[in-house]
Nanobody
Framework: QVQLVESGGGLAQPGGSLRLSCAAS????????MNWARQAPGKGLEWVSG????????YYADSVKGRFTISRDNAKNTLYLQMNSLKPEDTALYYC???????????????WGQGTQVTVSS
């Protein structure tokens, strides 16, 4: 009964900001690394960001580095993605995903949310 529920998506202008949330349940949230990924129209799934279970280490795709910030509140079982300086190319369906394992730099995922839509347009 693992469940991941994204929220916070919507319409933003270029240069604007949004904060996405992912509410987790059905597992010990604080024991697992978490991730954000996105899928733009007509494109494949793109990994966006990841964070270790304790929040001390974070990782970003080059396309969002310096603009997005991943964080988590383990007491609330919630993952966040603060999105600043938004660009039209950030338009996508955003998913949160639970890490199963990371070995030799390769991460596998076992659970995904339904996604929340982010649209960046003037």
């Amino acid at each position: 009964q693992v469940q991941l529920v994204e929220s916070g998506g919507g319409l933003a202008q270029p240069g604007g900001s949004l904060r996405l949330s992912c509410a987790a349940s059905g597992f010990t949230f604080s024991s697992y690394a978490m991730n954000w990924a996105r899928q733009a129209p007509g494109k494949g799934l793109e990994w966006v960001s990841g964070i270790w279970s304790d929040g001390r280490n974070t990782y970003y795709a080059d396309s969002v580095k310096g603009r997005f910030t991943i964080s988590r509140d383990n007491a609330k079982n919630t993952l966040y993605l603060q999105m600043n300086s938004l660009k039209p190319e950030d338009t996508a369906l955003y998913y949160c995903a639970k890490t199963l394992a990371t070995n030799f730099g390769i991460t596998t995922y076992d659970y995904w949310g339904q996604g929340t839509q982010v649209t960046v347009s003037s």
